[in-house]
T-cell receptor
């Protein structure tokens, strides 16, 4: 398996633009997580899905952020409009739901908003 | 509610010496505990986990961790550190039977192994 795939790996955009980050989880995994990592705040859970349904989005910072999972093999995290304080590394992770399973992280998307 | 504390932001050890990265947790029930490692410019990688049974669990790259229920701790250890072990380490806890596998992560501990 190729692991969790994220695209793009790097994104540079101007303030006010829409940004869409993409994630393909490991086949067969039915839990998917979006995280944000910064030096100031560390690793933050933004939202997670189980069987394509959002379970907890309490970590989403504000209405500018939205996430979707239209099917088991694809998820997006959208920021509209983007702001400089959104600059961070965004990770997607997936895991098996049943039992106790570790999360597998993608390589991350480094977002810079100027 | 569940939480994890990693009391040390940074741990420095000399190559060949034993290392310990500390983790304490708080959950209202039986915990599942995990350690992850993050190398520069990479995503987190799973190292090991405790579910039940033997309190000493062994994982990747020669790491092990000891679950101590009375002290609510799950410290990561390695008998002989390597320079290549230098990385950011995260402890995570999940409450038994929590839906969909959500874990709470600690703030991370930067391990530096000097030659």
């Amino acid at each position: 398996d190729a692991g969790v795939i994220q695209s793009p790996r790097h994104e540079v955009t101007e303030m006010g633009q829409e940004v869409t980050l993409r994630c393909k989880p490991i086949s067969g995994h039915n839990s998917l997580f979006w995280y944000r990592q910064t030096m100031m705040r560390g690793l933050e859970l933004l939202i997670y899905f189980n069987n394509n349904v959002p379970i907890d989005d309490s970590g989403m910072p504000e209405d500018r952020f939205s996430a979707k999972m239209p099917n088991a093999s694809f998820s997006t995290l959208k920021i509209q409009p983007s702001e400089p304080r959104d600059s961070a590394v965004y990770f997607c992770a997936s895991s098996l739901e049943q039992g106790v399973y570790e999360q597998y992280f993608g390589p991350g998307t480094r977002l810079t908003v100027t | 509610a569940q939480s994890v504390a990693q009391p040390e932001d940074q741990v420095n050890v000399a190559e060949g010496n034993p290392l310990t990265v500390k983790c304490t947790y708080s959950v209202s029930g039986n915990p599942y505990l995990f350690w992850y490692v993050q190398y520069p410019n990479r995503g987190l990688q799973f190292l090991l986990k405790y579910i039940t049974g033997d309190n000493l669990v062994k994982g990747s790259y020669g790491f092990e961790a000891e679950f101590n229920k009375s002290q609510t701790s799950f410290h990561l250890k390695k008998p002989s550190a390597l320079v290549s072990d230098s990385a950011l380490y995260f402890c995570a806890v999940r409450l038994y039977n929590t839906n969909a596998g959500k874990s709470t992560f600690g703030d991370g501990t930067t391990l530096t192994v000097k030659p």
